[in-house]
């Protein structure tokens, strides 16, 4: 308000102290009234110029600011458009966004900034008319760069008037939200990757433990709903005698302390069931290093502890078992052990007092008294002496063998006179040729022994037992047949196993069930084959097969020959001759015999090996002694032995010497 003095003083140190106030105007007494109209007058027009002047420089100095303040904004593009959409400013933030500078942009239409699709659309105008119509637009959508790029942009315009109304341009603000949309549509697709997943739970607890979120698996794992559960502290999930412990706050506190906190216990469901559960707690800090949460993961592990705790009882069941099992057969062994010395020891005594007994006297009566005894001596000598192989099989030892050159006749006969001697009115029939090779004499006769002994035992009293031996190139086969009854099926898998017996009546007493356990250990350790064949209503049948020389058959337990000398054993040369390119391989111990194939011949001299051109190698193998032949019905050209034979023969004598024309 202007300020304008009267006074009725004129002296020089009023009007100085008067003007310090800077007054709009100064009048001094007496004055009349036109004097104090013109003094106000002049006094209001100049404090009404001194008014504007202020004002228009405040403006001024108000609009350089805000233009250096637009300016130093970097990260947002704020410009004008005029009323048709034209640029008319541009900060720095607008070059940074936008990559256009001022002088490229100035003038030119801002849907230059818009993308094809968008203008055709008639965005850009729809965008300045709603503005007009709301007195402000806001939209996200894809904007373009000057380099073609785009990025997703958060835009306001807002429509610029005089005081009296008049449209003289817009305000337009753009911002850069690419990053912030990505990192929203990646959290979107984690909340609903975790929503749905089924297997774990997967929920957020805030500092104090209550939950905030529940996802699908949270669900169908613990049994509460969203509603149900979110606010609720996750000691709901706990037995009640953890939450009575603190368990609850001590994982709280542990997650917060280090980080992460993990266990694996038991957990408690909607319907009070429980379920051994995995857990993992996991702090949540703001990027300031503040606690906001916890994130909680839990997975049923109820079937997996309890196929552990199944595996872990079948384990401790089975080793308890193996245990049991190695104590039976340790006392079995040892007992059987101990068993056969005595008993060998008390029947030397007595057959030695039977003996002595039988030089007394030689009445009929007391001879045949003394013949019992010593049938029943034999019988139990023989028991012993089952007892005494089947202890050194099972203990490791295995069953000696002595091999050498015999006559398979030689020592079948005897074997059968036996057995007439000692089954009188029991026919048995011998058809056996010479048969020659390299076996335990004495073992075989055990093998043979007990399987006529068996076949009489068993077998039809009125009808023969026959024993029928033969030849196939390289080894020899032994039959006993006898027409008694079928053996009963449940025994036929276990037939050769130890302590199995057959429950047929006999006129002899009951064995331990050894024979042909023992029998079938001793073929096996020639290298050969034990079965037996029933056809129906033709009565039962052992067949023996055997190599005709000696073999090293290695013992599946021990890793040891049965044979020690087996190896030393002797046997015929065979030279192998092979053509060339030829992979297969035949081989024929006997000297003047020829294989089939074309590709490979045996001979018996290295001559007759190299008489023809058509073979580049000549190979020397005393195939018998190196290795076990095949006695399956794939053996070639009736030798018995297969093209796997002689390979693995002649890799085990490499050394042999092999000459080329």
């Given at each position: 308000?202007?300020?304008?003095?009267?006074?009725?003083?004129?002296?020089?140190e009023?009007?100085?102290r008067a003007?310090?106030?800077?007054?709009?105007?100064?009048?001094v007494k007496?004055?009349?009234?036109?004097?104090?109209?013109?003094?106000?007058?002049?006094?209001f027009?100049t404090?009404q110029?001194e008014?504007a002047?202020a004002?228009?420089?405040?403006k001024?100095?108000?609009?350089?600011?805000?233009?250096?303040?637009?300016?130093?904004?970097?990260?947002?593009?704020?410009?004008?458009?005029?009323r048709?959409?034209?640029v008319?400013?541009?900060?720095?933030g607008?070059?940074?966004?936008?990559?256009y500078?001022?002088?490229?942009?100035i003038?030119?239409?801002?849907?230059i900034?818009?993308?094809?699709?968008?203008?055709?659309?008639?965005?850009?105008?729809q965008s300045?008319?709603?503005?007009?119509?709301?007195g402000?637009f806001?939209?996200e959508?894809?904007?373009?760069?000057?380099?073609?790029?785009?990025?997703?942009?958060?835009?306001v315009i807002?429509?610029?008037?005089?005081?009296?109304?008049?449209?003289?341009?817009?305000a337009?603000?753009?911002r850069?939200?690419?990053?912030?949309?990505?990192a929203?549509?990646d959290?979107?697709?984690?909340?609903?990757?975790?929503?749905?997943?089924?297997?774990?739970?997967?929920?957020m607890?805030?500092?104090?433990?209550?939950?905030?979120?529940?996802?699908?698996?949270a669900?169908?794992?613990?049994?509460?709903?969203?509603?149900?559960?979110?606010g609720?502290h996750?000691?709901?999930?706990?037995?009640r005698?953890?939450?009575?412990?603190?368990k609850c706050?001590?994982?709280?506190e542990?997650?917060?302390?280090?980080?992460?906190?993990e266990?694996?216990?038991?957990r408690?469901?909607?319907?009070?069931?429980?379920?051994?559960?995995?857990?993992?707690?996991?702090?949540?800090r703001?990027?300031?290093?503040?606690l906001?949460?916890?994130?909680k993961?839990?997975?049923?592990?109820?079937e997996r502890r309890?196929?552990e705790e199944n595996?872990?009882?079948?384990v401790?069941?089975?080793r308890?078992?193996g245990?049991?099992k190695?104590r039976?057969?340790e006392?079995?062994?040892?007992?059987l052990?101990?068993?056969g010395?005595?008993l060998?020891q008390?029947?030397?005594?007595?057959?030695?007092?039977?003996?002595?007994?039988?030089?007394?006297?030689?009445?009929?009566?007391?001879v045949?008294?003394?013949?019992?005894?010593?049938?029943?001596?034999?019988r139990?000598?023989?028991?012993?002496?089952?007892?005494?192989?089947?202890?050194r099989s099972?203990?490791?030892?295995?069953?000696?063998?002595?091999?050498?050159p015999?006559?398979l006749?030689e020592?079948?006969?005897?074997i059968v006179d036996?057995?007439?001697?000692a089954?009188p009115?029991?026919?048995i029939?011998?058809?056996?040729?010479?048969l020659?090779?390299?076996?335990d004499?004495?073992?075989?006769?055990?093998?043979?022994?007990?399987l006529?002994?068996?076949?009489?035992?068993h077998?039809?009293?009125?009808?023969?037992v026959?024993?029928t031996?033969g030849a196939?190139?390289?080894?020899?086969?032994?039959e006993?047949?006898?027409?008694?009854?079928?053996?009963?099926?449940?025994?036929?898998?276990?037939?050769f196993?130890p302590f199995?017996r057959?429950?047929?009546e006999s006129?002899s007493?009951?064995?331990l069930?050894?024979?042909l356990?023992i029998?079938n250990?001793l073929?096996l350790?020639?290298?050969?084959q034990?079965?037996?064949?029933?056809?129906?209503?033709?009565?039962?049948?052992?067949?023996v097969?055997?190599?005709r020389?000696?073999v090293v058959?290695?013992?599946d337990?021990?890793?040891e020959?049965a044979s020690?000398?087996a190896?030393?054993a002797?046997?015929?040369p065979?030279?192998?001759?092979l053509k060339?390119?030829?992979?297969a391989?035949?081989e024929?111990s006997e000297?003047?015999?020829?294989s089939a194939?074309p590709?490979?011949?045996?001979?018996?001299?290295r001559?007759?090996?190299?008489?023809e051109?058509?073979?580049?190698?000549?190979?020397?193998?005393?195939?018998?002694?190196?290795?076990?032949?095949?006695?399956?019905d794939?053996?070639?050209d009736?030798?018995?032995y297969?093209?796997a034979?002689?390979a693995?023969?002649?890799?085990?004598r490499?050394?042999?010497?092999?000459?080329r024309?």
């Open positions: 308000m202007p300020v304008v003095y009267l006074t009725a003083y004129a002296d020089e009023t009007i100085l003007k310090k106030t800077t007054p709009f105007g100064y009048l007496p004055f009349n009234e036109r004097e104090l109209r013109a003094t106000i007058e002049v006094a027009y404090h110029m008014r002047l004002d228009e420089r405040a001024r100095h108000a609009a350089e600011e805000f233009k250096i303040l637009v300016d130093g904004v970097s990260d947002y593009a704020i410009f004008m458009l005029d048709d959409g034209r008319t400013t541009w900060n720095s607008a070059e940074r966004l936008k990559g500078t001022r002088d490229e942009i003038g030119k239409d801002f849907s900034f818009y993308t094809e699709e968008a203008r055709q659309a008639g965005d850009p105008k300045l008319e709603t503005s007009l119509r709301k402000r806001e939209d959508g894809w904007r373009v760069r000057k380099d073609g790029s785009r990025f997703w942009a958060n835009v807002t429509p610029l008037r005089t005081p009296k109304g008049v449209l003289i341009g817009f337009k603000v753009t850069d939200l690419t990053e912030h949309r990505q929203e549509e959290a979107q697709r984690f909340r609903v990757l975790v929503e749905s997943v089924q297997d774990y739970a997967i929920f607890l805030d500092p104090r433990g209550q939950v905030t979120t529940w996802n699908a698996g669900a169908r794992i613990k049994g509460y709903t969203a509603e149900e559960i979110v609720k996750f000691s709901t999930f706990y037995p005698e953890d939450v009575a412990a603190g706050e001590r994982e709280l542990v997650a917060a302390h280090e980080g992460r906190f266990d694996e216990g038991w408690v469901r909607k319907d009070g069931s429980r379920f051994w559960a995995s857990v993992v707690i996991t702090a949540l703001d990027p300031e290093g503040a906001i949460g916890f994130a993961v839990t997975r049923d592990l109820t309890q196929a595996l872990r009882a079948l401790a069941a089975e308890a078992a245990a049991e190695s039976v057969q006392f079995q062994e040892r007992f052990a101990i068993l010395h005595d060998t008390s029947l030397a005594s007595i057959e030695i007092g039977v003996g002595l007994l039988g030089m007394w006297s030689k009445e009929p009566a007391f045949r008294d003394v013949e019992r005894t010593h049938a029943s001596l034999r139990m000598s023989r028991m012993i002496e089952q007892i005494l192989d089947f202890t099972r203990l490791g030892g295995g069953l000696a063998l002595v091999f050498g015999m006559d006749r020592a079948l006969t005897p036996e057995a007439r001697t089954h009115s029991a026919t029939q011998l058809r056996c040729p010479e020659r090779g390299a076996w004499r004495d073992r075989l006769e055990q093998v043979f022994s007990n006529i002994i068996n076949a009489l035992v077998g039809d009293p009125a009808k023969p026959t024993v031996a196939e190139a390289l080894r020899v086969w032994v006993v047949h006898n027409e008694g009854p079928p053996i009963p099926q449940e025994l036929q898998s276990v037939l196993h199995r057959g429950e047929r006129p007493p009951a064995g069930g050894l024979g356990y029998s250990e073929v350790g020639h290298g050969g034990s079965r037996f064949d029933q056809p129906q209503a033709e009565g039962t049948t052992f067949r097969v055997l190599p020389q000696a058959n290695f013992d337990r021990g890793g020959p020690r000398n190896a030393e002797f046997g015929a065979a030279f192998i001759r060339d390119g030829s992979s391989i035949r024929n000297r003047d015999q020829r194939d590709d490979v011949e045996v001979t018996g001299t001559a007759e090996a190299l008489d051109e058509r073979f580049h190698c000549v190979h020397e193998t005393r195939l018998p002694c190196s290795i076990s032949p095949s006695l399956s794939e053996a070639v009736g030798t018995g297969t093209s034979d002689a693995r023969a002649l890799e085990i490499s050394g042999d010497a092999c000459s024309r």
